[in-house]
């Protein structure tokens, strides 16, 4: 999918890694198997959600914006 697009690491300016775009694909034969959209911005969308979220739990972040960590 993504890796096999020949374009692919360039497709929104920036420079993707082999190894990161094979994770993408894997990503995306999953979403496309439920149905979701498998473009890299849906992707890249979600896994920031992901971080977020993760980060929001450690306690690095707060979910108020004006009460963030230095």
Do not use: W
Request: net charge negative.
């Amino acid at each position: 999918m993504a890796s096999e697009h020949p374009d692919s690491p360039k497709q929104f300016g920036i420079r993707i890694s082999d190894e990161v775009m094979e994770l993408v694909s894997a990503i995306q034969a999953v979403r496309k198997i439920n149905n979701q959209p498998i473009t890299l911005a849906a992707v890249v969308e979600d896994a920031i959600k992901c971080h977020y979220n993760r980060l929001l739990k450690e306690g690095a972040i707060s979910n108020d914006p004006t009460n963030q960590p230095n």
